[in-house]
Nanobody
């Protein structure tokens, strides 16, 4: 599976961005697709995940109510809609995939496929 993330940029606090992750090379309904982020000097942290075939969603507490993960199966793309952004959301955002949905959806080591990252910068 190849993952291509895009959509990052510079936005003011309170603004919105939508990230996209195009998945190619084959996915099936039980794939887990996730977004992680990593700020300078910090560990990579989980943001959100979904099951490609539907029915499973997970969010980090820090983004619940502000971020929404969704998918377009026809386009093979996962989205992360980010609203009410704050400077603490500034990070490089990565999309990731694994071949089976897991209850350990928040653990980066569970994912075997990674995109290249897209920078999100939120100014105060």
């Amino acid at each position: 599976v190849q993952l291509q993330a895009s959509g990052g940029g510079l936005v003011q606090a309170g603004g919105s961005l939508r990230l996209s992750c195009a998945a190619s090379g084959g996915t099936d309904s039980d794939y887990a697709l996730a977004w992680f982020r990593q700020a300078p000097g910090k560990e990579r942290e989980f943001v959100a995940a979904l099951r490609w075939g539907g029915g499973r969603y997970a969010y980090a507490d820090s983004v619940k109510g502000r971020f929404t993960i969704s998918r377009d199966n026809a386009k093979g793309t996962v989205y992360l809609q980010m609203n009410n952004l704050n400077p603490e959301d500034t990070s490089v955002y990565y999309c990731a995939a694994r071949v089976r949905w897991t209850t350990n959806w928040g653990t980066a080591n569970e994912y075997g496929y990674w995109g290249q990252g897209t920078q999100v910068t939120v100014s105060s």
